[in-house]
């Protein structure tokens, strides 16, 4: 029923050749995936997360070849894929390596912070973001580099859903860690097989997932020790897939919004969010409701019928979720517009104090309303979402704190 969507290593490297944290991390991710398998659970996939690339190889040159290393050593380790972390707010200019970086190896994936360490939003940042969307979107078919790029705004280490997966740079060299991205959305459909109301289900649930978290760290607990690992916890975020009784969007239907998109939505996914929080287990990431569009059958045909919009998503990532993620969009939407867009994404994560993340997705050639089918098992088919975007007609040019405890005057 509950499938695990990524078993996440993260790890600190150090400058050296690979060796033995690259060997111990290999062992922790692969021994983990065993006893979570002899727990009667499927591991999807190994991962591992390393520090912010910038924040360990200072030389912006060296950044695309040792991205290649890692992705080498994660294959011989038996890891899927790797995650190098979010480039700095500050420095914005230096996002223009992201897309070599991302060609280094079809495996890595990056990110980049759009708020830095105080909690001050980088106009810059979004700007560099938008440029990195709109270059990646022609480096790759059907604009899959996006894929393996988010924008951050406010997001944690130690989240084990990617791109946003990144370690802490003050870990030293050698320290191991692990979280679980757990696919949850199957275990909401067999609450709702039995739940006949919104309270029984809440109750169900709140027990459900507390009662897995048990099993779950109970099963990684003989990897943790053997590779003398922290346990940095659980997302148990509602992650779909494009399987009916995987599909969220299914589910919040089958909860009573005759259509995800109509009035109704935004109060059932803040419940469905609250149900996370209540529940009682070690937690790491966003544990949210994810609203990825094209990774959800049913939340892709709500949007090629018009239902949801692009700001429908930043809406509902007000009360709930992790930020607007796998929206197809023209191809034409220009970088600023793109830009314009993160502007947004940050400032929803800084005033709300919560962690964001968008993933866009231009299509190269596509105009709004035009249907998509991908040769791809994530992906369900779907439409382009109609979007008008154009540059801001002025644009701070300092980064700006926008804290919710922070008195503005009116005068």
Known sequence: MVRIRSVTVFLHPGRAQPGTTWTRGGALARQARAGLEQAGYTVQTLRWATPPLPAWVPEPAAWPRWAARLAAAAQAEGVDFVAVGPWPADRPTTWDAIPEV???????????HLVDAQGRIHPAAARAGGQVIHRLAGQEPHGFANLRFAALAQVPPGTPFF???????TRPPGWLGLALAVE??????AV???ATTWEAAFD???????????????????ALAAAEAEWLGLDFSWAPFPTPRVSIAAAMER?????????????????????????????TGFNGLMLPVLEDATLAQRAAEGRLRVNDLLLYSAVCGVGPDTVPLPGEVPPQGLAALLLDVAALAVRLGKPLAARLM????????????????????GRVLAWEAADLTRWPQAPWP?????RVSAG
């Open 255 to 283: 909860l009573g919004v005759p259509a995800m998109g109509l009035p109704g939505t935004l109060a059932l996914a803040a419940w469905l969010t609250h149900a996370l929080q209540a529940a009682r287990f070690p937690r």
């Open 184 to 189: 949850t959305p199957a275990l909401l459909h």
């Open 204 to 222: 169900a649930l709140v027990a459900e997932l507390e009662a897995l978290a048990r099993r779950l760290e109970q099963a990684v607990q003989p």
């Open 362 to 381: 231009p299509i190269p050639g596509a105009r709004a309303g035009d249907p998509l089918t991908f040769d791809f098992p994530y992906f369900a088919a």
């Open 192 to 194: 709702l097989d039995r």
């Open 102 to 112: 991302l060609a280094a190896a079809g495996t890595v994936f990056a990110a980049g």
């Open 163 to 169: 791109p946003a997966a990144y370690a802490a740079a």
């Open 402 to 406: 926008l804290a919710a405890h922070e």
